[in-house]
């Protein structure tokens, strides 16, 4: 019966399920690309069929990178200024690093702090622009 069948293959993803984060609206979507890829691969009977699986394989992985969100560059950070530790103190987040000694080193790590902020949002915005241009030039082309 078709209903079990996608209820099991479906169900990885189903007992994670959450309404109120964007991430799980991502592996639902890189979950569906990935199923459609294998099926493109095993089964696609027309000529395009390989285009059709790179394209779905590319699409699941920039969802990938959206979902590891891993576009901060903390090594370069933490290599200049230490580690950072987080302290509540009174119920106020109080961030330090080893090598801030100064209000004038507290400022520069900061700028830096903020650069580095402004191309992880770039980046992540790039992402998000690749999967959707991808996404609407390509999506009518997904079927076998």
Known sequence: ???????????????EDEDWDYHYLLGVMKFKLEKMADY????????GSDDTVKELSEAAG??????EDDFF?????E???GKTKLDLIDGKAIF???????DDDRQQY????????AKEDKYRSKVLDEFCTLF?????GWWD
């Open 79 to 81: 290599d200049k200024w």
């Open 40 to 47: 493109h691969d095993k089964h696609g009977h027309f000529v």
């Open 62 to 67: 920039l969802i990938s990178a959206l979902i």
């Open 1 to 15: 019966m078709k209903i079990i069948r996608n209820i099991k293959k479906w169900w990885p993803i189903l007992k």
């Open 110 to 117: 900061y700028k830096e702090f903020s650069a580095e902020i």
């Open 73 to 77: 560059d903390y090594k370069a950070l």
């Open 136 to 140: 609407k030039t390509k999506l009518h």
């Open 96 to 102: 330090s690093n080893e090598h801030v000694k100064t």
